[in-house]
């Protein structure tokens, strides 16, 4: 859709740009373990099997994740999002899509504060987005939906 070559800057241009971006933004630089410590309670297993269940019940229709999706998908590539997002912008955003991006699609599985699914970490909301970021570090295994539609999708070849 973009006819334009998009410019390729070099990092000494760039550099202070980084640098200056988070500054003006205000953001909230915390680091991960300090975002998700409600969670820390909780093992890596748990947080990795809950997350992939809370993205294979909603996120994987919209999202892209390791270069695969389901049919219709246009949303971003959810794979190893800590390396493109700030955990606690991540956590608010996955809170209240709206109050961060205006006119969004993405939903919020959080009405009013609460969880959707309440059968998954006792439904803790601090507990359940910790556990999607977890999972969304390596999307590993793809989601259940996707690898389903991948065992579908095969192309025969005739041999002789």
């Not at 390396?83 to 209240?96: G, T, V, Y």
């Amino acid at each position: 859709f973009m006819t334009i070559r998009m410019p390729a800057y070099h990092d000494d241009l760039v550099n202070e740009l980084n640098r200056s971006l988070p500054i003006a933004d205000k953001k909230d630089s915390r680091k991960e373990t300090a975002v998700f410590e409600a969670a820390k309670e909780i093992t890596k297993a748990e947080l990795h099997r809950v997350g992939r269940e809370l993205i294979n019940t909603g996120c994987v229709e919209c999202h892209v994740f390791r270069e695969e999706q389901l049919p219709g998908a246009v949303g971003v590539d959810l794979h190893a999002i800590d390396k493109r997002l700030q955990p606690a912008w991540f956590r608010s955003f996955i809170e209240n899509p709206g109050a961060l991006k205006n006119r969004t699609r993405m939903p919020t599985f959080f009405p009013e504060g609460k969880s959707n699914r309440p059968d998954l970490l006792g439904g803790n909301v601090d507990h359940q987005i910790a556990a999607i970021w977890h999972y969304l570090k390596s999307s590993d295994p793809l989601p259940e939906k996707i690898v389903e539609a991948m065992s579908r999708d095969f192309e025969l070849s005739p041999r002789h």
